[in-house]
């Protein structure tokens, strides 16, 4: 069973350039979260897809979107970066979006913005 | 709206000794609740849930918590520290019908000394 990957790992951008992070679901799983967590904070929730459609949105503006595609995997694209992007982003799958409270969490991408 | 404080952001303890991480919840309505662990450059595991049947709750690794209403705290214990478990430990809560969007703490360093 192939868990959660994402990709890229790492990477550098420049302020007001365009990022896509990408993430592939567990197998199975039909549900994606997205969470930043930026240094010595806890993951903050960003958006959850769930069969290609969004599913709940947290505080974070319109230049964060996301997509989900037919075999359950996803982006996360951010435009117009700003310094404050600068983040450990987070993919998880669920099996679904219901409220088992399950996630299971890929390594993350590492963002730095300068 | 929920959330969830973690008191002390770095806890230290001696191999062997006691582990006794803390985490008191807000939510208007009955929470779920969850603690999950971060591993150096890993992404989140989940260690144990709460989601209103037993109120004492326990986890992998020998770690479990204890749901108090009165008190509103879920609370993270392990009687016997191990060098591994050395990690960041992550209490989250999301609510009922609140499908696996999941509000954290901003988590505790565990560091567990010789």
């Known amino acids: 069973e192939t868990g959660v990957t994402q990709s890229p790992t790492h990477l550098i951008k420049t302020r007001g350039q365009q990022v896509t992070l990408r993430c592939s679901s567990q197998?199975?799983?039909?549900?994606v979260s997205w969470y930043q967590q930026a240094l010595g904070q806890g993951p903050q929730f960003i958006f959850q897809?769930?069969?290609?459609?969004?599913?709940g949105r947290g505080n974070f503006p319109p230049r964060f979107s996301g997509l989900q595609f037919p075999n359950y995997s996803s982006e996360l694209n951010v435009n117009a970066l700003e310094l404050d992007d600068s983040a450990l982003y987070l993919c998880?799958?669920?099996?679904?979006?219901?409220?088992?409270?399950?996630?299971?969490f890929g390594e993350g991408s590492r963002l730095t913005v300068l | 709206a929920q959330s969830v404080t973690q008191l002390g952001s770095h806890v230290s303890v001696s191999e062997g000794a006691l582990v006794l991480l803390r985490c008191n919840y807000s939510s208007s309505v009955p929470p779920y609740l969850f603690w999950y662990v971060q591993y150096p450059n890993q992404g989140l595991q989940l260690l144990l849930k709460y989601t209103s049947a037993a109120t004492l709750v326990k986890g992998i690794n020998g770690f479990e918590a204890e749901f108090k209403k009165s008190e509103t705290s879920f609370h993270l214990t392990k009687p016997s520290a191990h060098m591994r478990d050395a990690a960041e430990y992550f209490c989250a809560v999301s609510t009922t019908g609140g499908g696996n969007k999941l509000t954290f703490g901003t988590g505790t360093q565990l560091k567990v000394e010789l």
């Open positions: 197998s199975g799983h039909n549900t």
């Open positions: 897809y769930y069969r290609e459609e969004e599913n």
């Open positions: 998880a799958s669920s099996p679904t979006a219901g409220n088992t409270g399950e996630l299971f």
